[in-house]
């Protein structure tokens, strides 16, 4: 089946424009999990939702970082007035269930985000 | 200090090697402990979940000491299949199951 994919998979920016990200994940997944990956670093945790609820945005880095799920499945994460420390892989990780420990989650290509 | 620390690699073996990589971790409330394989320009996947009692799969032998917070991965008989970057992964109790990695140790195994 279908695994989780994201769009753009590339994106070029200039400083100051607003960028939008799109996850679609498995279906059925209840959790979606955003993660930002810095070059030569690991994924760090974002934001999470669980259907369409975000229960968890303690690491979208400033306010100009929002994500949303409206109808529980497809998510975006929108990033206002972009800056070159926004340049990263953006990487969005579907899993069955809610919050269980050992669910594993299932990452999409990533975004590659260049601001310039 | 971060919540997950590797060794810094890279680690660059001979084909048949085995080469063994740690991690630590600071929370003491960590729940659930994984390695995951990133190939270049590609995304995370998991490799195997960590269990206190050790756990075996193939050439990869995974081991958790709690006590230490101290994780490690084994792999004999390195391919040239396996140069990756490897993560050391934690969650939480609480945590909603988000992922807390490591910056990864790269491998490189060379004929």
């Known amino acids: 089946g279908a695994g989780v994919s994201q769009s753009p998979r590339y994106k070029v920016a200039k400083r100051g424009q607003d960028v939008a990200l799109r996850c679609d994940p498995i279906?059925?997944?209840?959790?979606l999990f955003w993660y930002q990956q810095a070059l030569g670093q690991g994924p760090e945790f974002l934001t999470y939702?669980?259907?369409?609820?975000?229960?968890?945005k303690s690491g979208l880095p400033s306010d100009r970082f929002f994500a949303e799920r409206p109808e529980g499945s497809v998510s975006t994460l929108k990033i206002q007035r972009t800056q070159q420390e926004d340049s990263a892989v953006y990487l969005c990780?579907?899993?069955?269930?809610?919050?269980?420990?050992?669910?594993?989650?299932?990452f999409g290509p990533g975004t590659r985000l260049t601001v310039l | 200090r971060k919540e997950v620390e590797q060794d810094p690699g890279p680690f660059n073996v001979p084909e048949g090697a085995t080469v063994a990589f740690n991690c630590t971790y600071s929370n003491s409330a960590s729940q659930s402990f994984f390695w995951y394989r990133q190939d270049c320009r590609k995304e995370p996947k998991l490799l195997m979940s960590?269990?206190?009692s050790g756990n075996e799969d193939g050439r990869f032998t995974a081991q958790l000491n709690r006590a230490s917070q101290y994780i490690s991965l084994l792999i004999r008989d390195s391919k040239l299949s396996d140069s990756a970057t490897y993560l050391c992964v934690v969650t939480f109790s609480g945590g909603y199951n988000k992922l807390i990695f490591g910056a990864g140790t790269r491998l490189a195994v060379h004929p």
């Open positions: 990780a579907s899993s069955l269930a809610p919050g269980t420990g050992g669910n594993e989650q299932f």
């Open positions: 279906s059925g997944h209840v959790s």
């Open positions: 939702f669980q259907n369409e609820a975000q229960l968890d």
């Open positions: 960590v269990y206190s």
